[in-house]
């Protein structure tokens, strides 16, 4: 149910409707909107009807039940949007397109120090490189692990660029905190719920990125997951998903944006990569990215593609990066962003 305020509740109204919803045995979010706050009661769904009377109470305009099976990622709760802030230097969601750019992996200090530098100087607002490595394989390189958060960190500081880093293990949630600005649950994860609700109790930022196989609904279903444990910082990321098709590594569903939109307020970005699979195909799916309404890309990008320990054959060598952002510039300002 969506509790809505009356643009001019006092405080103490709305302390009183969370109170009541508390004692109603519900959980309730309180999001501030521009004109007015709604708070989010949610809890068994069976009992629903009790939160009705609340419509009584003076700060109350009314209550309203959200009918999707997601309720805090749902846009009926929040329809002006959200906006992450990324250790307060960068927003994801405004007005701006967001660019993350980087290696697949961290494999060296030095990897990924110029990393940070071509993609910091050809434009990009945020630093990406796996250390913790989800490899189909296990005898393919799992990452260098917390060395490789260590390192990340250290091209953060030299650089100036927030970074972001996937998370595997529910155990490593607090180690992969302190080293990055956003924690990055893959696509091979998007439903493990025992990770999902770890993260859901910090206040990092989460990227959360779309399975393979996972519907618009199931995925906004794990953004539930972290949502409902109190963090409200989800940015969802489109990757591609499995089909029929073998050209491309994945089927980029550029539809999902348009409908993403309509049906919850968390910012979407899409990575055409990982998508695409092939270095070709990335800056073409950028520019249809941002004609389709994302929020943002993520790109990765080496410094020599051909040694790298991951992804390298989909990875765009550092002046074909610098060439997609100039040419993103034209997309960027017909989509009405900045
Ligand atoms: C990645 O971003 O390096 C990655 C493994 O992506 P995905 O989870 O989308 O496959
Ligand atoms: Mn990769």
């Known amino acids: 149910m969506i509790i809505v305020m009356k643009a001019k509740a006092k405080k103490e109204e709305l302390e009183e409707v969370v109170k009541k919803i508390e004692k109603l045995g519900y959980k309730p979010h309180i999001i501030q909107g521009v004109e007015r706050s709604v708070i989010g009661a949610v809890g068994d769904e069976r009992g629903k009807a009790k939160l009705q009377s609340l419509e009584v109470l003076s700060g109350v305009d009314k209550v309203v039940p959200i009918l999707k099976p997601y309720k805090l990622a749902s846009r009926d709760i929040k329809p002006e949007g959200t906006v992450v802030s990324i250790d307060g230097r960068v927003e994801i969601g405004g007005n701006k397109i967001v660019v993350i750019a980087g290696p697949c992996s961290v494999e060296s200090e030095d990897q990924i120090i110029e990393s940070a530098h071509i993609v910091k100087e050809a434009g990009a607002d945020i630093l990406r490189g796996g250390a913790f490595k989800p490899r189909t394989s296990p005898y393919s390189f799992q990452g260098l692990e917390k060395k490789g958060l260590i390192l990340l960190a250290k091209a953060k500081e030299k650089v100036g660029l927030p970074v972001v880093t996937e998370i595997i293990n529910p155990k490593d949630v607090d180690l992969v ?15 493990n719920f025992a990770l999902l609700k770890k993260l859901g109790r910090h206040n990092k930022p989460i990227l959360l990125k779309r399975g393979m196989s996972t519907t618009v609904e199931e995925f906004l279903m794990s953004a539930e997951y972290i949502l409902s444990e109190g963090n409200k910082n989800v940015i969802l990321c489109e990757r591609g998903i499995r ?34 699979g092939f270095w070709s195909y990335v800056a073409p799916m950028s520019y249809a990215a941002i004609a389709a309404g994302a929020d943002g890309l993520m790109i990765e990008v080496h410094p020599n593609p051909e040694d790298a320990e991951s992804d390298g054959i989909q990875s765009l060598k550092p002046h074909k990066f610098t060439a997609l952002m100039e040419n993103l510039k034209a997309y960027i300002a017909a989509a009405g962003r900045i």
Do not use: W
């Not at 905190?177 to 893959?186: F, L, N, P, T």
């Not at 491309?248 to 899409?270: A, F, Q």
């Open 177 to 191: 905190a302190e080293y990055s600005d956003i924690m990055q649950v893959g696509a091979r994860n998007v439903q």
């Open 243 to 276: 089909t029929f098709e073998t050209a491309t590594r994945n089927t980029l569903d550029l539809s999902c944006i348009p409908v993403l939109k309509e049906r919850t307020h968390l910012p979407v970005i899409v990575d055409p990569s990982h998508a695409t």
